[in-house]
């Protein structure tokens, strides 16, 4: 996936509760934040932390889940979470907004104007998106 400098990543999150993949990453993640390449390297070489420092796992989702700055994540997800994912280096969108300006019952997979002449690339499924064959993506995005 590639997003232009200055572009923004809208993730509409409704079930997110929880960053990473189990209780510790999501509590490294909580406490370090998504902080890019260069300061997660930094960090790991910092003896104050010891604790990401023994968990390689957490410390990948740091630099991956980070833009390093080049575009902005909003993450659109629950009011009682939007606090966490600011504190964690995301922007935070009311869910429902979100959902109101990109329904996924009215979005088409690929290329999509809005009415107010945004246009957004969506992606309906972004885990299966990664594997998406040319041909299909093609076909779909009406991209040839």
Not at 23 to 41: F, N, P, S, T, W
Not at 102 to 130: F, H, Q, V
């Amino acid at each position: 996936m590639a997003i232009a400098d200055g572009g923004e990543l809208v993730i509409l999150a409704p079930g997110v509760d929880a960053f990473g993949e189990d209780r510790q990453v999501d509590a490294l993640i909580r406490k370090y934040g998504y902080c890019g390449r260069e300061r997660a390297i930094a960090l790991l070489n910092r003896a104050d932390c010891a604790d990401l420092r023994e968990n390689a796992s957490a410390a990948a989702h740091l630099i991956h889940g980070s833009s390093d700055g080049r575009f902005t994540v909003s993450y659109a997800v629950r009011e009682s979470l939007r606090e966490a994912v600011s504190q964690v280096g995301y922007a935070s969108l009311d869910l429902d907004e979100a959902l109101r300006r990109y329904n996924p019952a009215t979005l088409k997979s690929g290329y999509n104007t809005l009415p107010d002449g945004e246009e957004i690339y969506y992606i309906p499924n972004p885990g299966l998106g990664l594997w998406i064959d040319g041909e299909r993506f093609a076909r779909e995005s009406g991209k040839r």
